[in-house]
């Protein structure tokens, strides 16, 4: 359990209330809420269970595994015998294909090793974009928690929301999901750096 089980439960009440109150009464004018709303295209409550279902465990055998893939595809591609005393057009083909085989499995930019350990790299580096976007959300959800804006929405509701609940709404909605869409936009670009790996392996 990471800081971000231990808050999500206490802030989650919050969070739909603040949904409720923007149902009912919208978003104060020229508040910033309006875009970021359109930025996450989830509300705050959603979103927020949605970076919850991040597990970053489940990517921790992720690197052994390939990067021991990668080791073998090495081992292999070194361990392919060449021809020896055997001559003629057929050790001639057998030698090409040796060659072939190797450097489709190790030491090029497209052989197969290099690709694991890539993938391996790209793994690691979700798995922690993961934990970090965990806790950041944990902190803006700590944030709202202890805010003015969670004592006003706290109290008993008005039908329509009053002036101040509106605004309360939408500067809680507006700083939870500024956190996630700022985290998911580094995994935009992390995942847009690593397209080359959905490129199959030339052969």
Not at 44 to 71: C, H, K, T
Request: proline share 6%.
């Amino acid at each position: 359990m990471d800081r971000l089980d231990q808050v999500l439960d206490a802030a989650t009440p919050l969070l739909r209330r603040a949904e409720q109150v923007l149902d009912a009464a919208g978003a104060p004018a020229g508040h910033p809420v309006l875009d970021d709303l359109r930025r996450v295209r989830l509300m705050p409550a959603d979103a927020a269970q949605a970076v919850a279902g991040l597990r970053p465990s489940a990517l921790a055998d992720a690197d052994a595994d390939l990067r021991a893939g990668a080791r073998v595809c090495a081992e292999v591609a070194a361990s392919l015998p060449p021809p020896g005393e055997w001559e003629g057009e057929a050790a001639d083909a057998y030698d090409d294909r040796r060659r072939r085989y190797a450097v489709h499995l190790s030491g090029t930019g497209e052989s197969l090793d290099e690709r694991l350990e890539a993938t391996a790299d790209l793994g690691a580096a979700l798995r922690e974009w993961m934990t970090r976007t965990r806790d950041n959300l944990a902190s803006a959800l700590a944030d709202v928690l202890g805010s003015a804006e969670s004592i006003t929405l706290g109290t008993p509701a008005h039908h329509p929301p009053s002036t101040a609940e509106a605004r309360a709404a939408a500067d809680v909605t507006s700083h939870v999901l500024r956190v996630v869409a700022a985290d998911y936009a580094e995994a935009e670009d992390l995942l847009r750096g690593s397209q080359e790996l959905a490129n199959p392996v030339p052969l």
